[in-house]
């Protein structure tokens, strides 16, 4: 390990521990700090600025692993540069400190789509690393395309013959192959449900179950039908 990044460990290390040290505020001293704010106390500023610092090392820490070109502190900066840049908008609102844990995170986030375009996965998910195929393998031999298996082709199925089923329909009553033709797109338009085709068969008494009777009624003539010619 290089100088340069035990430096960066440690300082990395010692910033998250000072932050963890900061007190955590109750909401009694969170109410008495925005009232002292909003009438111009700059001491009172400052405490709800460092009430922050905690949640922006947390989110900063969460999306490290989407900026692949920044460090951790980066992050940080960029955080922490919000909520001091939107503090004397936040004490116009009914929560600042909801409103500045608000900003900090956006802008945490909106940092990583701009400078690494990096977050392409649901939160929660295992970050996944996507290599090309042509790129050569740690020992120099081959690719990871020449790893792959060939693709095997599965011999086609050859058509059925519908001629007995489709003689069967045509046996069918008027309106019960009317239903048959409709419900599984037989006529060359979309399938529809029995609901639109009740209402086609009758504007006047769109009943579903005349059509869900005519349906079933229908099917098993088919299945009759059809055993009848096996």
């Given at each position: ?17 000072e932050v ?8 009694s ?14 001491q009172?500023?400052e405490?709800l ?38 503090l ?14 608000g900003?900090?995170?956006l ?8 400078h ?15 290599d ?47 239903v ?9 338009n ?41």
């Amino acid at each position: 390990m290089s100088s340069d990044q035990e430096v960066m460990l440690s300082s990395v290390e010692q910033y998250r521990s000072e932050v963890l040290r900061l007190p955590r505020l109750t909401r009694s001293e969170e109410c008495e700090l925005v009232r002292l704010a909003r009438s111009g106390d700059e001491q009172a500023k400052e405490t709800l600025l460092q009430s922050c610092l905690r949640y922006v090392a947390s989110v900063a820490y969460r999306y490290t692993c989407y900026a692949q070109h920044d460090e951790y502190l980066d992050l940080v900066s960029v955080g922490n540069l919000a909520i001091v840049e939107c503090l004397e908008k936040a004490l116009t609102v009914d929560n600042p400190v909801a409103y500045l844990l608000g900003v900090a995170k956006l802008a945490v986030k909106a940092y990583c789509c701009k400078h690494s375009g990096l977050i392409t996965h649901q939160r929660g998910q295992p970050f996944v690393w996507v290599d090309s195929l042509d790129a050569p393998l740690g020992n120099g031999q081959g690719c990871l395309a020449e790893m792959l298996s060939a693709p095997t082709h599965e011999p086609q199925q050859e058509p059925g013959d519908f001629a007995s089923l489709y003689q069967a329909i045509s046996a069918l009553t008027p309106k019960q192959r009317y239903v048959i033709q409709r419900y599984f797109g037989l006529d060359g338009n979309a399938p529809e449900p029995i609901a639109v085709i009740s209402r086609r068969l009758s504007h006047a008494n769109p009943k579903v179950t005349i059509a869900r009777n005519r349906y079933n009624t229908a099917i098993r003539s088919l299945r009759r039908k059809l055993l009848q010619s096996a």
